[in-house]
Structure formats: C-alpha cells, structure tokens
C-alpha cells in the first residue's frame, strides 16, 4: 500500500472521522442520562433556593420531597390540568401561542408557610436566561428569587444570578391593591418603591430582559394569581364574620 498516494490520505481520514464519530456517539449515549440526572438536580436545587432552602446537589432529591408540596399544570385561564410541571419544557412553552400554552406551578411549605414558585424564561443579551420566583401565600409579596443565564457577560449581565442582585426581589410585590404591577429592574431603582429594584451597572439589556420575563410569565399566571387573591379575600371575610359572631354570642350570654 502507497501511503503516499491521496487515496490512502483521504481513506484514513475517512475511516477516523467514522471511528471517532461512533466514540462520540457511545459516549453520548453512555453519559447521557448523568447529564439529565444532574440537570433535574439542578433545577430542584434552584426552585428550593427560590423559597430559601440551600442544599448541595447530593442532598437536593430529599430536600425536594420535604419542601414542596405539590406541583400542578395550570392552563391560561388558571385551570388545573394533567401534566407535570417538574417535566415541562418552558422553552418549548413560550414558543406557542398564549391560549395554548401550559404553566408549570410549585408550590412549597417551609415552617408551615406556603408559597408559590413560578418558573420564569426569557431573553438576555446573548441568549436565553430563566428563573423561579417565590410568592408568599398572599400571592402578592416576593419571598424569593433565583436567577441564571446561558451566556451573559461576565461582571455585567451575568450578575441576575449573584446573590445581591437576586436579594433585591425580596418583599417587592406584583400587585398594587387589585392592579397587576410587576416589577421592574432599572438604573438607579429606589429602594422603597415596592415594584422596582436597581439594574445592574452596564447590564441595561440584560436587565430590561429580566424585567419582560417577570412581566411576560406572571401575566400568564393572572387568572390564578386573582383566583387565589379573591379566595383569599373570601377567606379573611369569613374569618372577620365568625370573629362578630363569637363576641355577639359573648354578649349575649
């Protein structure tokens, strides 16, 4: 054999591209289902964090079990439906049209408080960043935010998923009385207005990318949100009702 001639310069790359390519292949599909298995932990590790619970991913499974309580499938009018919400893909989600669209909701109990994480999903600078955001059982004040990015700039975009940034979300509301009013990531955000924290120092794209997601996913949610927010209400009144007759029946006696 010529080693010399094209042919056998073009067969060997030939026959290296193939074996290298069936390796790749085999170690694809061998390493496969530990990529998933640590993307789920990631992610539970990321909802937890949402309603402050921070554990390492080894610990992450048990931690989930304990703390959330329930997961359901909500459709654009805020209906229960099958599905799991663990398993949906939000990415795939927001790429339908809003009437089609399935939500995905958790809900958790840490100390005998319940509260809701909403998974959020939108657009950065340079790609896609996401999230989970906490509402406490008044569906109305944050507990808690986590944020993450794919390609961001460091020391500028990148910062959503620093925990600085991230604590700023924390007992801001979405509601003003009945009027939605998400909030807001700008420059210079003051501190006491209730709908609004401080946008990171060169990151104005990246910022105003967090802001679309909060509005974009929790508008979604809104037939829910108000379902909960007037079963709530109903509930204060029925607590106010029994409270008068109590002290009625006091006076009475």
Known sequence: MDINKNSFTFGFTIIMVIIVAALLSVA???????????????KKQNILSS???????????SAYLTYIKNEI???NKGEQVDGSAFDLDLGKEIKKDPDAQLLPLFISEVDGAIRYIIPLRG?????PIWGFIALEDDVNKVYGAVFDHEKETPGLGAEINTPM?????TGKTIFEG??????KVIKGGVEEDMHAV???????????????????????YLPYLNNMKAAI?????????DSLVIINDSITE
Do not use: H
């Open 178 to 183: 009945e009027v939605f009013t998400p909030i």
């Open 165 to 169: 940034f991230q604590k700023s979300f």
């Open 198 to 220: 401080d946008g990171i120092s060169g990151g104005t794209i990246t910022s105003n990318g967090v802001s679309d997601m909060i509005y974009e996913r929790l508008n979604m």
């Open 233 to 241: 209400e109903v509930e204060r009144v029925m607590a106010q009702i």
């Open 51 to 61: 309603v402050g619970i921070t554990v390492d991913r080894d610990n992450a499974e």
């Open 123 to 127: 657009k950065g600078l340079w790609g």
């Open 73 to 75: 499938v909500l459709n």
């Open 28 to 42: 694809y599909i061998q390493l496969k289902p530990f990529q998933d298995r640590n993307i789920e932990l990631e």
